[in-house]
């Protein structure tokens, strides 16, 4: 069975930091594209950034210059470093990973969430 761990989220004013990781388990053949989402309430859930296997990331624009994805591939783990953090960034943020077990089975496996808020 594979999955993911997140960790990282809490209560942060805004113009604060937090980092976000999230680590995948089990028997994992390979990993591609790595995520965060996320979903405030009553809003449907939004790409944050998003890393694939071979390096390229894209960013929703409004995160764009404060938020920074990284990934470990030797640990099967991504990150999600958030700077500067307003108070419109406050949500669950999940994970998401696209992998593939040992035994050939792909996987669009998604985290538990993890809340973050941001004090205005």
């Known amino acids: 069975q594979v999955q993911l761990a997140e960790s990282g989220g809490g209560l942060v004013q805004a113009g604060g930091s937090l980092r976000l990781s999230c680590a995948a388990s089990?028997?994992?053949?390979?990993?591609?594209?790595m995520g965060w989402y996320r979903q405030a309430p009553g809003k449907e859930r939004e790409l944050v950034a998003r890393?694939?296997?071979?390096?390229?990331?894209n960013y929703a624009d409004s995160v764009k210059g404060r938020f920074t994805i990284s990934r470990d591939n030797a640990k099967n783990t991504v990150y999600l470093q958030m700077n500067s953090l307003k108070f419109e960034d406050t949500a669950v943020y999940y994970c998401?990973?696209?992998?593939?077990?040992?035994?050939?089975?792909?996987?669009?496996?998604w985290g538990q969430g993890t809340q973050v808020t941001v004090s205005s």
């Open positions: 890393s694939t296997s071979s390096g390229p990331t």
């Open positions: 998401n990973a696209n992998l593939m077990d040992r035994l050939g089975h792909f996987y669009d496996l």
């Open positions: 089990g028997s994992i053949f390979s990993i591609g594209a």
